[in-house]
């Protein structure tokens, strides 16, 4: 009987309401489900070997992925998937981690090793910055904790890109830069910032993820006119900001620019040189601190050209994770689908996991939600 392998994407295991977290308490509901119907999280080389080489895999396998690389993967999602014999894979952004040490899971507390008081705060990421603007600050995993989950079997690390950044698309802007709450970890453009800070009445162009489309870069005039415009300090700039007049000026005077002064397309040898080097800082990163080269990446938020593609394949890269859903037979590595994890009962999970393993009901069910 033909094979699918379900793929299952998780981002948090958290206690704080997010559509994409999972509570630690439903997650482990949901593991305890799926082992009681015979579902196992096999390896990442397991999954690996059935999608680029058609081996065959043991029968109700799944893989349970994580992208971004946050610490509430090491915090709850590791020991709960040892306890419940699974194995997972966290695709990383490598930018984001740094050296460390290894800090208290809750399998240390469920051990009697530590207290729940001592796990890091991985529920409570938002914080009140100086200008009482809300901002979200997740922690993420250091490499010493990418090493001691390799080390126990249980977890890879993988990379998502070195920066998960995104890029001004085309000259096209309903608003400027200015200081705001902070909702998303991954808000950078790539063009926002000048000497590393913000440049506060730029305009806000339509933007796209970097690895999948060439940058449109601002002009040397847009900069300076938003540098004399509008107060670079981050309280004046708030001040600004909060006059409406001050914008519709603002905006008078971009519109004054004629649109072909506005910046230009990034030329194709840019673009490869720009993929090339976010790719090659990834997947160096991991070589240095795993000792091992990767073969497979999850492209952040799915998205990727077929130049993209090709170079990471010339670095080695040989499976392909996106964020649409569907099936996955053997062979199917240049487009692995996944589907979102979701804060519901195990019931849920098994009766997902069961359609994704079935082919034909894969390719149907994914269609019908896209």
Same mark, same amino acid.
């Given at each position: 009987?033909?094979? %699918?392998?379900?793929?299952?994407?998780?981002?948090?295991?958290? &206690?704080?309401? $997010?559509?994409?977290?999972?509570?630690p308490?439903?997650?482990?509901?949901?593991?305890?489900?799926?082992?009681?119907?015979?579902?196992?999280?096999? %390896? +990442?080389?397991?999954?690996?070997?059935?999608?680029?080489?058609?081996?065959?895999?043991?029968?109700?396998?799944c893989?349970?992925?994580?992208d971004?690389?946050?610490?509430?993967?090491?915090?709850?999602?590791?020991?709960? +998937?040892?306890?419940?014999?699974?194995?997972?894979?966290?695709?990383?952004?490598?930018?984001?981690?740094?050296?460390?040490?290894?800090?208290?899971?809750?399998?240390?507390?469920r051990?009697?090793? #530590?207290?729940?008081?001592?796990?890091?705060?991985?529920?409570?990421?938002?914080?009140? $910055?100086?200008?009482?603007?809300?901002?979200?600050?997740?922690?993420?995993?250091?490499w010493?904790?990418?090493?001691?989950?390799?080390?126990?079997?249980v977890?890879? /690390?993988?990379?998502? *890109?070195?920066?998960?950044?995104?890029?001004?698309?085309k000259?096209?802007?309903?608003?400027?830069?200015?200081?705001?709450?902070?909702?998303?970890?991954?808000?950078?453009?790539? *063009?926002?910032?000048?000497?590393?800070?913000?440049?506060?009445? @730029?305009?806000?162009?339509?933007?796209?993820?970097? +690895?999948?489309?060439?940058?449109?870069?601002?002009s040397d005039?847009?900069?300076?006119?938003?540098?004399?415009?509008?107060?670079?300090?981050?309280?004046?700039?708030?001040?600004?900001?909060?006059?409406?007049? $001050?914008?519709t000026? @603002?905006?008078?005077k971009?519109?004054?620019?004629?649109?072909?002064?506005?910046?230009t397309?990034? %030329?194709?040898?840019?673009?490869?040189?720009?993929?090339?080097?976010? @790719?090659?800082? %990834?997947?160096?990163?991991?070589?240095?601190?795993?000792?091992?080269?990767?073969?497979?990446?999850?492209?952040?938020? *799915?998205?990727?050209?077929?130049?993209?593609?090709?170079?990471? &394949?010339e /670095?080695?890269?040989?499976?392909?994770?996106?964020?649409?859903? *569907?099936? $996955?037979?053997?062979?199917?590595?240049?487009?692995?689908?996944?589907?979102? #994890?979701?804060?519901?009962?195990?019931?849920? +999970?098994?009766?997902?996991?069961?359609?994704?393993?079935?082919?034909?009901?894969?390719?149907?069910?994914?269609?019908?939600?896209?």
């Open positions: 009987m033909p094979q %699918s392998l379900p793929v299952l994407t998780h981002h948090y295991v958290s &206690r704080l309401p $997010n559509p994409i977290a999972v509570n308490e439903i997650f482990e509901e949901q593991l305890r489900d799926i082992s009681a119907a015979g579902f196992r999280g096999i %390896s +990442l080389d397991e999954a690996a070997d059935f999608l680029a080489r058609g081996r065959p895999l043991p029968g109700r396998s893989l349970i992925t994580f971004d690389g946050y610490l509430d993967n090491a915090t709850y999602a590791w020991p709960l +998937l040892e306890a419940h014999g699974h194995a997972g894979v966290i695709f990383a952004v490598t930018a984001r981690l740094e050296e460390g040490p290894v800090r208290p899971t809750l399998g240390d507390v051990a009697g090793h #530590a207290a729940e008081a001592d796990l890091p705060g991985v529920d409570a990421p938002f914080q009140v $910055n100086e200008l009482g603007l809300e901002e979200r600050r997740d922690l993420f995993l250091t010493d904790e990418a090493r001691a989950m390799e080390a126990s079997g977890m890879r /690390l993988e990379p998502h *890109g070195h920066t998960h950044a995104s890029v001004f698309h000259p096209q802007f309903h608003t400027f830069f200015k200081p705001r709450k902070k909702k998303r970890t991954f808000d950078a453009i790539e *063009g926002e910032t000048r000497d590393g800070r913000p440049v506060w009445g @730029l305009p806000r162009f339509a933007e796209a993820p970097a +690895l999948a489309a060439r940058a449109f870069i601002p005039e847009l900069y300076g006119l938003a540098l004399r415009e509008v107060p670079q300090d981050d309280r004046e700039a708030l001040a600004f900001f909060a006059d409406p007049a $001050n914008e000026r @603002l905006m008078a971009v519109l004054a620019v004629p649109k072909d002064r506005w910046g397309l990034e %030329s194709e040898p840019q673009y490869e040189e720009r993929v090339r080097r976010d @790719l090659e800082s %990834s997947i160096q990163a991991i070589q240095k601190n795993c000792g091992r080269s990767p073969r497979t990446l999850a492209w952040p938020w *799915g998205a990727y050209s077929d130049t993209a593609r090709r170079l990471a &394949r /670095l080695g890269i040989e499976v392909f994770f996106c964020t649409t859903a *569907g099936a $996955n037979p053997a062979g199917s590595a240049g487009h692995v689908h996944r589907f979102k #994890a979701r804060p519901k009962a195990g019931f849920w +999970l098994r009766s997902r996991l069961t359609i994704y393993s079935r082919p034909w009901l894969a390719g149907l069910y994914g269609r019908l939600r896209a």
